[in-house]
């Protein structure tokens, strides 16, 4: 699995700009936490949804600031896990990925017995397993799994570390301000104009 390297990297948040360097090694996590709207941003910029102000997105030391969302081998496990309702479990996994290993990944998450199941039948921390088995599915082959993890929500714990147990390099974008999750979490340095 690849290691993903947020360079010097800069992006706008309502009004404000935002400054971050973290490099998550290969199979591992690392946890960002910050309030909604810059934690939203950085999301957008690391998956190429948006461009960022300054720096790079690297993964395996490959610069993919510019790549296309679908060609960077990044994939985003939303709040709540993002799953279509009218879907079944087994369904959910295979959309958008390689339905001839929907099986192989029910079985590696221990989601075989609920594939019939839709998302209203699931628990929280359920939903979130299945979304890992869907983005673990997508045909680029994802190496990294990008959480958002909101107050509020379930943890996404025991889901990023299913992910890590598949092999995936994990970023947890959080607004969490207490709880494991967020401890020893990597805070983005808010850049102010000097005048």
């Excluded at 810059?38 to 030391?61: K, S």
């Excluded at 709540?80 to 309702?85: F, I, V």
């Excluded at 192989?104 to 359920?126: F, I, N, V």
Aim: hydrophobic content about 40%.
């Amino acid at each position: 699995m690849p290691s993903l390297h947020l360079h010097a990297l800069v992006w706008p948040a309502h009004g404000a700009r935002y400054h971050l360097t973290l490099t998550v090694p290969s199979g591992r996590s690392a946890v960002i936490g910050t309030t909604p709207d810059p934690g939203t941003a950085l999301a957008d910029v690391v998956l190429g949804l948006a461009r960022p102000l300054a720096g790079a997105v690297r993964l395996d030391g490959r610069d993919i600031t510019d790549a296309p969302p679908g060609e960077r081998g990044i994939t985003l496990v939303p709040v709540g896990g993002g799953l279509l309702p009218h879907l079944n479990v087994e369904r959910n996994v295979a959309y958008g990925g390689d339905p001839a290993h929907a099986a192989d990944r029910l079985r590696d998450l221990r989601l075989t017995g609920m594939r019939k199941r839709h998302p209203h039948e699931l628990s929280p921390a359920q939903r979130l397993r299945v979304a890992v088995a869907r983005a673990l599915g997508h045909p680029r082959n994802p190496g990294v799994i990008v959480f958002e993890d909101r107050a509020g929500q379930v943890s996404c714990r025991p889901a990023v570390s299913a992910a890590q147990a598949y092999g995936a390099t994990v970023l947890v974008i959080t607004d969490r301000e207490s709880g494991a999750l967020a401890d020893g979490a990597v805070r983005p340095e808010e850049l102010h104009d000097a005048t």
